[in-house]
Nanobody, 123 residues
Framework: VQLQASGGGLVQAGDSLRLSCGAS????????MGWFRQAPGKEREFVAA????????LYADSVKGRFTISRDNAKNTASLQMNRLKPEDTAVYYC?????????????????WGQGTQVTVSS
């Protein structure tokens, strides 16, 4: 199983980006999919997560009101719509998924990870 994140890029503060995450190598039934990010010199941090069956959502306080996570059950993909981007949102963004855990901010319990996509926000 491989997760693939895409949609990153270089934008200016206030702009928007949409990240997508899909899986290859088979058909999977996820219990949860999340987005994490890691800025240079910092630890990986939680951004948002969504449960696959009920659509329950959790956001980090730093992105609440600006980012929206969603999932497409038919396509087995998840997206992260990022609006009003700030320079402090600059990071490599990773999608992660699992087939058995619930909604959580803890990266250590996600089994599957994408390769990361770079988001750079200039001021």
């Amino acid at each position: 199983v491989q997760l693939q994140a895409s949609g990153g890029g270089l934008v200016q503060a206030g702009d928007s980006l949409r990240l997508s995450c899909g899986a290859s190598g088979g058909t999977f039934r996820w219990s949860v999919m999340g987005w994490f990010r890691q800025a240079p010199g910092k630890e990986r941090e939680f951004v948002a997560a969504i449960t696959w069956s009920s659509g329950r959502i959790l956001y980090a306080d730093s992105v609440k009101g600006r980012f929206t996570i969603s999932r497409d059950n038919a396509k087995n993909t998840a997206s992260l719509q990022m609006n009003r981007l700030k320079p402090e949102d600059t990071a490599v963004y990773y999608c992660a998924a699992d087939q058995s855990i619930g909604l959580t901010t803890y990266s250590g319990v996600y089994t599957y990870w994408g390769q990361g996509t770079q988001v750079t926000v200039s001021s």
